[in-house]
């Protein structure tokens, strides 16, 4: 398959600015860009499916350059229904280097800065270079606009879109970029920048953008109850993101294979075949998360969170460190240990159990584990000197229930 044939089987292709797009990417090598806002220090999961196109229009021979959004992120991309938070400038700059170092590393592409060439341009340069030339008429039909009409926007975001298309005409004069990328919530503001270049310098830019990539519920990927799957591994483990990915359901993990690894045509159809004939082996999902993290973090990470994941069911728990157990387990519920109790009794102490008669019965019923190790003796001393690096009990209640008992 050429490029273009290649994203579209992928499903990477949601919005193109002109018919020509597809002959110039197999046919031309193009500069582009692909950007971000720096609401946070790390990107994560979600941005990851996005920036992934840059890898792989890089090695169909394309240039990529990452833009940080540092003067954009000042002011905040309109959301759907209400006016975004502003977040003060030290933390945006505190922001940016951050995904600076990050874009670097994972992606290790050209990095750029758009505080860099907007912080100088005054109010009246600004109105006079740029604003005369869109028509508000044209900024009300953009549809992110056109839905925040009813509730109210203000004129700082609303001006959002004229400061993106601003960065595309920027990067066309300085580094010759003709292309910009996005997820299909940007394509409001990448045709602002095509208007504004055709306006101010009779030249056609191109813009093309990408499905979002979505859950078997319809919810943004990378999202679960609220909180972001970082790719910053200090901020999500790879364990973290293993279970994540090893868990994607079977309606969706096929289409995640194609959009978030480099798995050939070829390999990702056997896999699916086999997957169809043995859905429970998950070989599907398992394929995903060691692609992925691979990417990410590297091979010694992946089998790292690998092993962290057979730990969690089996004995091998007492090959881990404590670090590894706190840093991984992390989100599980914590039970402070100060002195040696009996096993009931630490059912109860912890709020595992509400009463002795509850605590017996699970014990004598073999649905209670220390450290994967099924103890069935009410009377069972609990002691600092048997827990990992004397100082960590993973803590079962029957199938699901997990918790941390820690000694100080």
């Known amino acids: 398959m050429n490029c273009f044939e290649d994203l579209k089987w992928r499903g990477l292709i949601k919005d193109v600015s002109s018919p020509l797009l597809e002959k110039k990417l197999n046919e031309e090598k193009l500069t582009f860009y692909i950007g971000t806002d720096p609401t946070a220090d790390s990107m994560h999961i979600g ?6 196109i840059a890898t792989r229009l890089a ?3 394309h240039k990529p350059i990452l833009l940080i959004g540092g003067a954009t992120g000042l002011i905040g991309d309109p959301k759907p229904s209400v006016e975004r938070q502003m ?17 670097k590393e994972i992606f290790g592409f050209e990095v750029v800065n758009n505080y860099d060439w907007i912080k100088d341009i005054n109010t009246i340069d600004f109105l006079r270079d740029y604003g005369k030339y869109i028509n508000v008429n044209y900024m009300l039909d953009k549809d992110i606009i056109a839905r925040r009409l009813e509730s109210g926007i203000t004129f700082c975001e609303f001006a959002y879109t004229l400061l993106q298309g601003l960065d595309f005409v920027h990067l066309y004069k300085d580094k010759g970029v003709t292309l910009q990328v996005a997820g299909s919530d940007q394509w409001g503001n990448i045709t602002t920048g095509i208007e504004l270049a055709r306006k101010m310098m009779d030249t056609e830019l191109f813009g093309m953008t990408m499905p979002l990539v979505l859950d078997a519920n319809g919810v943004k990927f990378g999202k679960t109850e609220g909180n972001a799957l970082w790719l910053d591994k200090n ?11 090893i868990n994607s359901s079977d309606e969706c ?12 045509k070829e390999e990702i159809e056997e896999i699916e075949r086999k ?24 091979a010694d990470e992946y089998k790292k969170a690998e092993m962290m994941s057979e730990a969690l069911f089996t004995e091998a728990i007492n090959n881990l ?8 387990f992390k989100d599980m519920e914590k039970i ?3 002195e040696d109790m009996k096993l009931e009794d630490l059912l109860i102490y912890g709020n595992i159990c509400s009463s002795k008669r509850e605590a017996r019965e699970l014990i004598n019923g073999n649905a209670i584990s220390l450290n994967n190790v099924k103890i069935n003796d009410c009377y069972y001393i609990v002691n600092k000197a048997q827990a990992i690096d004397n100082k960590v009990y993973l803590i079962k209640k029957g199938k699901k229930k997990y918790y941390l008992g820690i000694y100080e």
């Open 235 to 245: 901020k999500t483990s790879s364990y973290e993101l293993y279970q994540y990915l």
């Open 59 to 61: 090695k169909y021979g």
């Open 253 to 264: 993990v096929i289409d995640y294979l194609k959009k978030l690894t480099f798995l050939t």
């Open 47 to 52: 941005h990851f499916s996005s920036f992934l």
């Open 275 to 298: 997957h169809n004939e043995n859905p429970e082996l998950r070989l599907a999902q398992k394929t995903l998360a060691k692609e992925v993290i691979t990417f990410l973090h590297g």
């Open 336 to 338: 402070i240990l100060k």
């Open 87 to 103: 977040i003060t400038k030290e933390e945006v700059l505190k922001n940016v280097e951050g995904l600076k170092k990050q874009a």
């Open 321 to 328: 460190s404590s670090k590894d157990i706190l840093d991984n």
